[in-house]
């Protein structure tokens, strides 16, 4: 088994159309599918159920799949680290990020490990949390965050930072008539919501705040990202729930930021890594990430408020 042939499993794996592979990997269609035979035979499975209509990965295929991509992350990490040792560093650190992490603490702490460790080539990887999970037990990544710590065995989650979850409302909404809104008020309107596969851990812990109202919310878009949430509440097309810096990062100014009546929900941050991880870059870098704290002056203005819809007391 050659690069090549995984390369060209891929392809196929992602394409499901032999021709369309093909012309993405500059090569004819025969070689290809010559390729492919030679992978099933070198492995002694069909990978591939191949009609005249369509083409369609087996289970071994399947399965074929959730390996390859990785091996080619191994592949590229191990350039990079070649790349980083000629250019002068002594050390790496993978840090894998799910759930839109809190953009208010990420590059203090980044600007923090190049002014303590600057030998120390640091490496981002925005991963959906399922593919983290994988990288962390992989040694694909050494330490990464995401807001969930259901992990399962084998990986520490240990909660680090802590945000309120705040209603994102279009401003001039009548609903801006409060200064901590209801939750069942919320709910009377349409949510746009992150999507669950993108950002898993956000989304489980938004999912527990809705719970709490006997309420059923009317989500009508799930969004790959917090910028595309504010520009649709911007738009006026629907309330959104997230983080506090989120919401400020993004700088809307059609977006007001809003608490929940009652006790305010705390999104949660988690750091994860391997159990028994020893590297004395990770201790120092779970050091920073446990200590860090915002400067009163680092942190995010607070979104200035519109003038009130007529009728409605500021």
Same mark, same amino acid.
Request: with cysteine; hydrophobic share 45%.
């Given at each position: 088994m050659e690069l090549r042939h995984l390369r060209c499993f891929l392809?196929? +794996?992602?394409?499901?159309h032999f021709a369309r592979a093909a012309e993405r990997l500059h090569i004819e269609q025969s070689p290809l599918s010559r390729t492919i035979?030679?992978?099933e035979e070198d492995l002694g499975e069909q990978l591939f159920n191949r009609t005249s209509r369509s083409? %369609?990965?087996? %289970? !071994?295929?399947?399965?074929?799949? &959730?390996?390859?991509?990785r091996i080619f992350t191994a592949l590229q990490q191990a =350039?990079?680290?070649? %790349? +980083?040792? +000629?250019?002068?560093?002594?050390?790496?650190l993978r840090i894998a990020l799910s759930d839109g992490i809190t953009p208010s603490r990420l590059p203090t702490l980044l600007a923090?490990? =190049?002014? &303590?460790?600057?030998e120390v080539d640091i490496r981002l990887f925005e991963v959906p949390l399922a593919q983290q999970i994988k990288g962390l037990h992989d040694d694909l990544y050494d330490v990464g965050f995401a807001q969930?710590? &259901?992990?399962?065995?084998?990986?520490? !989650?240990? +909660?680090?930072?802590?945000?309120?979850?705040?209603?994102?409302?279009? !401003?001039?909404?009548h609903l801006l008539k409060h200064k901590r809104i209801p939750l069942d008020d919320v709910l009377q309107f349409p949510l746009v919501l992150c999507d669950a596969l993108t950002c898993e851990g956000h989304a489980r812990q938004v999912e527990r705040v809705l719970r709490c109202s006997e309420r059923e919310p009317l989500v009508t878009e799930r969004v790959a990202s917090f910028e595309l949430m504010m520009v649709m509440v911007s738009a006026g097309f629907a309330l959104g729930l997230a983080g506090g810096p989120?919401?400020?990062?993004?700088r809307e100014p059609g977006v007001v930021a809003r608490p929940? !009546?009652? %006790?305010?929900p705390i999104l949660t941050t988690y750091l994860l890594y391997r159990e028994g991880e020893s590297s004395e870059v990770l201790s120092r870098f779970i050091e920073r990430v446990q200590a860090i704290d915002l400067p009163e002056g680092a942190r995010p203005a607070p979104l200035p408020e519109p003038d009130p819809p007529e009728g409605i007391e500021p």
């Open positions: 392809a196929v +794996a992602e394409e499901l035979k030679e992978l083409t %369609r990965l087996t %289970r !071994a295929g399947k399965l074929f799949l &959730e390996h390859v991509p =350039r990079d680290s070649v %790349r +980083a040792a +000629a250019n002068g560093f002594h050390g790496q923090l490990c =190049r002014q &303590e460790e600057p969930s710590d &259901e992990v399962g065995e084998g990986i520490v !989650a240990e +909660a680090v930072w802590t945000d309120p979850l705040l209603v994102a409302v279009p !401003a001039r909404h989120h919401i400020m990062a993004s929940l !009546a009652g %006790r305010s």
